[in-house]
């Protein structure tokens, strides 16, 4: 990638709602919350350090309602997985978070 700055956001803000509430869950949330936060600093390092997904498996509705051109996972301990978008522009590269769940829903949300 280039030397544009490289910054991470999250689609909605119910989303980010969301993630914020898990720093104040369970054990379980608040790691969850540790380690998306580690997905963040990475993303930001380098937006592609997460897999690309091909695009015969985009779940159609990330396409309607975001109208994504590429789409890419990043594997959270336990199983989780963080999905995500990269837009890019002359001045800046951004990751958006469009979900996270765990493997089992993330398997259905994608048809495996």
């Not at 580690?38 to 309607?64: F, H, N, Q, T």
């Not at 469009?98 to 994608?110: A, D, G, I, Q, T």
Request: positive net charge; charged residues 35%.
């Amino acid at each position: 990638m280039s030397e544009r700055p490289s910054n991470v956001v999250f689609a909605d803000r119910k989303l980010e709602k969301e993630f914020e509430e898990l720093k104040k869950g369970r054990f379980e949330d608040k790691r969850l919350y540790s380690s998306m936060e580690r997905a963040i600093a990475d993303m930001k390092k380098d937006p592609m350090c997460g897999k690309r997904i091909p695009k015969k498996l985009w779940p159609r509705e990330y396409s309607v309602k975001y109208g994504i051109t590429n789409l890419w996972k990043y594997d959270l301990p336990s199983a989780w997985r963080l999905v995500y978008t990269i837009q890019t522009d002359e001045v800046m590269i951004l990751s958006v978070i469009l979900e996270w769940f765990s493997h089992k829903e993330y398997e259905k949300r994608f048809s495996y």
